[in-house]
């Protein structure tokens, strides 16, 4: 009978279309926490805060993952895989991420879009600094910083 019933008029489930739903949904979920999982950098090691808060994940975001060097002494900055020697050269990558992030949800400009910045416990404070800098002069005002709570 056509509409999914029986020929004594009773509805019929129909497990299919369910199915493909469901599908759909677990492949958007799985390609979201692949792409948050490429931006997060695993090499650095964070610092330990005791008050740290878990991150709100309602909010657009620009994660920069600041790296140190020991042999060198020097900083790594790395924004979407792209590395970065000079904290000067990350207006561009900024500013891209903050227009992407504030039309994602509205036209108009997301009061929550931040930058999270994600530097080695071994990083010199300068260089937190200048990514900091960086930030304030793309117009990111929201900075965040990861650390672990352990």
Request: hydrophobic residues 45%.
């Amino acid at each position: 009978m056509p509409g999914g019933g029986t020929a004594d008029g009773e509805p019929e489930f129909q497990v299919a279309p369910m199915v493909d739903v469901l599908l759909t949904i677990l492949v958007f979920f799985m390609m979201i926490t692949s792409a948050q999982v490429l931006r997060v950098d695993k090499t650095i090691t964070l610092p330990i805060a005791p008050d740290a808060l878990k991150k709100d994940a309602k909010r657009n975001e620009v994660i920069i993952n600041v790296r140190w060097h020991a042999d060198t002494q020097k900083a790594e900055f790395v924004i979407d895989d792209k590395h970065f020697a000079n904290a000067e050269d990350l207006a561009g990558p900024l500013k891209a991420a903050k227009a992407l992030g504030e039309t994602r949800v509205t036209h108009s400009a997301n009061p929550a879009f931040r930058a999270v910045i994600r530097g080695d416990q071994d990083v010199p404070a300068l260089y937190v600094s200048q990514v900091m800098n960086a930030c304030g002069d793309v117009g990111i005002t929201e900075i965040s910083f990861s650390a672990l709570n352990k």
